[in-house]
């Protein structure tokens, strides 16, 4: 006897089969499966659609353990198009279960709607709107075995102002994740969620059992093919038993020469991740921030983080130049902290890919590991000057290989007066090498980037004072005394 499981069932047992917690959308969206022929996309043919849909589930079937269709797509292509989704629908192997896509939010239809996606196209779970409550809901929970997905907050920066009411404290999306602990069981209702991490850590919490799909759009600051992203958003989304979360292969994996090898490494990647939650991360303490911003802003976490583990200190202070500052701001606890470091040095590589140089050159002390974490990644030699030159040995000023004439691009960790990054780009001048641009990691601001273009150097910086003060002030890190210290001038 065919025994029919229910959508969690046949979930579980596509995840324990393929050991993957992603899906992918069969969504005909021509300039994603066919990025190559974009002029040509009014003459694609639904046969044509329907080969690509095809040979994706061909290709991912293995490493998946869900499918998604965004019925929209379907609908835009007319009756072709609804014709498309039942013979996609036709394609995709039973033991793995189907999401419709559909955000559906009509009430008066949702009866008729409920009866088409589960009686006739035999879906396994639908995503709701839920704008109208529990009564949108109810027609789709009166099906034995099938799930909905209630749309429950999206990345999108422009719903800041409906899903933070009333507050960024108690904010709507959190409302709507208590109401609907009492719409339908665990197996019953999951939520849909936009890809944002300090978001997600929060619904999660909320719900600690909830099934949670990802949206498949991946927000702009976040892309599951980068491993800093990619941790962040498991262990804010995983539930305590490392399942309870669905995310979604990035449409560009799909297009790859060779797409399976490229989801199964994705696979394999989340897994490794998810044993590491799993025990508790043993090597590294996972930072995850504990307020959220649907504004996209790059290096807001990053800021907090540093924050968080104490590089930025209030009291008096008495810094390299001589100068007393209310603050103090210590980048060494850094080193120690994978996950930060990485994106540090990634932030800086951001600049740097722009510059043209021949070697990185690191200031003694403070951001040799930087100069060397940035030769590692951009595969460039490293050089660096002597803080003081040595009485014995070589005695040598620049330390590492060079030939005079090359173009040098100096690194250092903060801009106070400019008066270390200048000093060590003299002594490489001194030695033959040219230095016209100076990387650091937080400008104090205060015109030493002008001192510095009057000496003839460009300075470059991936974070500002002022910018690390307002992000910290926004998120309550600090207070309106703090702030005015951080921005008064010096």
Known sequence: MNIQLNFSE??????DRNQSLLYVALDPEIENLFPADIEK??????????????SIIEKTKDFVCAYKLSLGFYQALGIPGLELLQQTLKNIPPHIPVILDAKYGDLNTSTAFARTAFEDWQVDAVTLSPYAGLDQVTPFLVYPGKAVFVLCATANPSAAILQEYPTP????????????????????????????????????KAAP??????????????????????????????????????????????TTKDSSQ?????????????????????????????VCFLKHEPHRDLILQLYDIGCIVFGDHVQASGAIFPYYIDLRPIISIPQIFHQIVSAYADILKDLIFDRIAGIPYGSLPTATGLALRMERPMIFPRKEVKTYGAGRLIEGHFQAGEKIVVVD???????????????????????????????????????????????????TLTE????????????????????EVH
């Open 262 to 290: 490229a989801i199964k490494q994705l696979r394999d990647r989340i897994n490794e991740q998810r044993l590491q939650v799993l025990q508790g991360s043993p090597t590294c303490e996972l930072w995850i921030p504990d």
């Open 413 to 463: 960790d903060i801009l106070i007066s400019g008066k270390s990054a200048m000093e060590g780009a003299a002594k490489l001048k001194s030695a033959g090498l040219k230095v016209d641009d100076i990387v650091v990691f937080i400008d104090h601001g205060k015109g030493v980037k002008d001192k510095l273009q009057e000496n003839g150097y460009c300075a470059h910086a991936v974070l």
């Open 41 to 54: 996309q009014p003459n694609i043919a639904s046969t044509t659609l329907q080969d690509s849909l095809k």
């Open 169 to 204: 404290e108690n904010p709507l999306y959190l409302q709507l994740v208590q109401a609907v602990q009492s719409w339908g069981t665990l197996d019953q209702i999951g939520l849909e969620v936009g890809v944002m991490a300090d978001m997600l850590a929060r619904i999660r």
């Open 10 to 15: 046949k979930l579980l047992a596509a995840i």
């Open 468 to 487: 690390i003060a307002q992000t910290l002030h926004q998120a309550g890190r600090v207070n309106d005394e703090q702030f005015n210290i951080l921005t």
């Open 209 to 254: 059992e909830r099934l949670i799909l990802i949206h498949g759009d991946i927000a702009e600051e976040n892309d599951l093919t980068e491993i800093d992203d990619l941790t962040q958003i498991i262990a804010a989304g995983l539930s305590k038993n490392g399942e309870g979360l669905l995310l979604p292969v990035p449409p560009n994996l799909l």
